[in-house]
């Protein structure tokens, strides 16, 4: 009985080394950043669009709208408004060069379509409550 206990000890250790070695090793990491990749072409329009930021495309599975409860005139407003404030944080020094890295080229007289907009602003309002950033006086929808 007592080797039967010994055993059933060693195999319970041996199984839990296993399983944190495999949960610990940095492939893993890897593979969920790469899930947080989103990439939007357009080659007729010549732009493209990537989101690289860990968490984004969980949270848009779990907390975005679907597609049919905005409208693309809705999307493009906001979104000019976001891209207005983003611009304007990127040259001033008040804020974080860590968040506010580049300028967002979004010119509203162009028409990117729905489904730009509709990542797009999903991105900000993600943003905004990730960062605990104002961008606007507006409450996102979602």
């Given at each position: 009985m007592k080797t039967f206990f010994y055993i059933l000890i060693l195999a319970c250790f041996f199984s839990a080394c296993?399983?944190?070695?495999?949960?610990a090793t940095p492939r893993a990491e890897n593979s969920l950043e790469k899930q947080d990749?989103?990439?939007?072409?357009?080659?007729?329009?010549?732009y493209e669009v990537i989101i690289v930021d860990?968490?984004?495309e969980t949270w848009m599975a779990s907390r975005a709208k679907p597609?049919?409860?905005y409208?693309?005139?809705?999307?493009?407003?906001?979104?000019?408004?976001?891209?207005?404030e983003w611009n304007s944080r990127v040259t001033a020094s008040n804020y974080s060069t860590n968040l506010y890295q580049?300028?967002?080229?979004?010119?509203p007289g162009t028409d990117y379509g729905f489904e730009v907009n509709y990542?797009?602003?999903?991105?900000?309002?993600?943003?905004?409550?990730?960062?605990?950033?104002q961008l606007s006086s507006h409450n996102p929808r979602f």
């Open positions: 296993q399983t944190t070695k495999k949960a990749t989103i990439k939007i072409t357009n080659t007729e329009l010549e860990t968490g984004f597609r049919s409860f409208t693309q005139s809705f999307l493009e407003a906001r979104n000019s408004d976001y891209v207005t580049m300028p967002i080229d979004y010119n990542i797009l602003y999903h991105y900000f309002v993600f943003f905004q409550e990730k960062y605990k950033q």
